[in-house]
C-alpha cells in the first residue's frame, strides 16, 4: 500500500545534528533504506524541519522499522496516511460508486 510518512524534526534535534554535519547523510542513510517513492523536504507550519516520503508499505508490522530510525535519529514526531495516485482512485472508481447507490441517500 502506497503511504505518505510526514516527518517533523524538532528545531534544537535538527540544529545539532547540522552542526555535527550529519543532519544529511542521516537522512540519506534512513531515505536509502526506505526506499522512496518520492521524498520532499520543506519547514512546517510550526517552523521544523519537515519531510513528505511516499513508499510502499506491504504489512502493518513494517511500522517500527520505518519509524524507529527518524525517532532515534531525530526525535521526529510522525504521521503515516494511506494514499492513493490517480490510477489508483481510478481503480477505486467502481467502489466509490458502490458506496454512493448504498449510502448516497
Known amino acids: 500500500m502506497r503511504m505518505l510518512l510526514r516527518v517533523s524534526i524538532p528545531v534544537e534535534t535538527g540544529n545539532a545534528a547540522a552542526k ?3 543532519l544529511g547523510a542521516t ?3 534512513i531515505l536509502a533504506d526506505l526506499k522512496p517513492e ?5 519547514g512546517d507550519d510550526e517552523g521544523q524541519r519537515a ?6 508499505m506491504t504489512d502493518s508490522s513494517q511500522i517500527p522499522a520505518v519509524a524507529e ?3 532515534l535519529a531525530f526525535n521526529a514526531k510522525l504521521s503515516f496516511r494511506p ?6 482512485l481510478a481503480t477505486a472508481g ?10 448516497g441517500g
Open 69 to 71: 530510525p527518524w525517532f
Open 51 to 56: 519531510g513528505a516520503i511516499v513508499f510502499d
Open 20 to 22: 555535527a554535519g550529519t
Open 38 to 42: 518520492a521524498a520532499y523536504f520543506f
Open 83 to 88: 494514499i492513493m495516485n490517480p490510477q489508483d
Open 94 to 103: 467502481p467502489s466509490i460508486a458502490a458506496a454512493a447507490r448504498q449510502y
Open 27 to 29: 537522512i540519506e542513510r
